[in-house]
């Protein structure tokens, strides 16, 4: 089972037991978890979309390091103008616990009650059809004894 998630403005695909390295989380504790994914796959069963909402993936707090430097130069010919600068972005590595694809078991528990309170609604318009057949003829008697 795999899912791909969404951490720091990057896709990464994940299954439980990887490593991975996404930009510093703030705040953390000791598990962190993300929802909505993009897609969940459940034993060559693909969810995307609506099937995908509910689904879960936990991960494990591991630590923090610097990622690679990354070197930035400014330059402008001909006017003296140069300028070099460098960054190293935190980041925060996380074990990925399990990938629960939760909602799956609940929809289909959901959909028998539905059921049910369908025929029930049947049978409210049922008996609410005699109603309006009565009052569709007490105006008609109405009428009747107003010209009588």
Partial sequence: MYAVIKAGGKQQKVKPGDIIEVE?????????TFHPLLVVDDEG???YGKDAEK???TAK???EQKG?????????NK????RRAGHRQLMTLLE???VNLAGA??????????AAGGAGKAAAEASAEPEAEAKATAPEAETETAEG
């Fill in 68 to 76: 690679d430097k990354v070197r930035v130069v400014k330059y402008k």
């Fill in 79 to 82: 006017t003296g103008y140069s």
């Fill in 45 to 47: 069963k693909t969810h």
């Fill in 96 to 98: 990925i616990g399990e």
């Fill in 105 to 114: 078991p609940k929809a289909r528990a959901a959909k028998a009650p539905k």
């Fill in 24 to 32: 510093y989380v703030h705040g953390a504790g000791e598990t962190v």
């Fill in 55 to 57: 689904a879960v993936v």
């Fill in 61 to 63: 707090l591991v630590g």
